[in-house]
Nanobody, 126 residues
Framework: QVQLVESGGGLVQVGGSLRLSCAAS????????MGWFRQAPGKEREFVAA????????YYADSVKGRFTISRDNAKNTVYLQMNSLKPEDTAVYYC???????????????????WGQGTQVTVSS
């Protein structure tokens, strides 16, 4: 029912910036929370940031707090991830996800998201 497409990944130097976009198509609802996850080779997929569509609720992983900013444009059904001060450990495939999430404490949980994009590669050179 919901299709998600990420864009904006690429190769950047340490300290550089990138802005990722996630465009949602199909039927969407204000109750759908949008999240960003990332996965490096040999590691589990980890939570990065999330935002609700119906309000301004935002949740960041401690590892990106102060460097990354998540935002939304509801008219375009698009969520963004502005990444600044990038580090080599930020290198990963970044995935957009959507789910019906009612509680703030559930935002970082992978199992709460029902829809996933195909991912976009972010590589930070040292």
């Amino acid at each position: 029912q919901v299709q998600l497409v990420e864009s904006g990944g690429g190769l950047v130097q340490v300290g550089g910036s990138l802005r990722l976009s996630c465009a949602a198509s199909g039927r969407t609802f204000s109750s759908l929370a949008m999240g960003w996850f990332r996965q490096a080779p040999g590691k589990e997929r980890e939570f990065v940031a999330a935002i609700s569509w119906s309000g301004g609720r935002i949740y960041y992983a401690d590892s990106v707090k102060g460097r990354f900013t998540i935002s939304r444009d509801n008219a375009k059904n698009t969520v963004y991830l502005q990444m600044n001060s990038l580090k080599p450990e930020d290198t990963a495939v970044y995935y957009c996800a959507a789910g019906i999430i009612y509680f703030y404490s559930d935002y970082p949980k992978r199992t709460k998201y029902d829809y996933w994009g195909q991912g976009t590669q972010v590589t930070v050179s040292s």
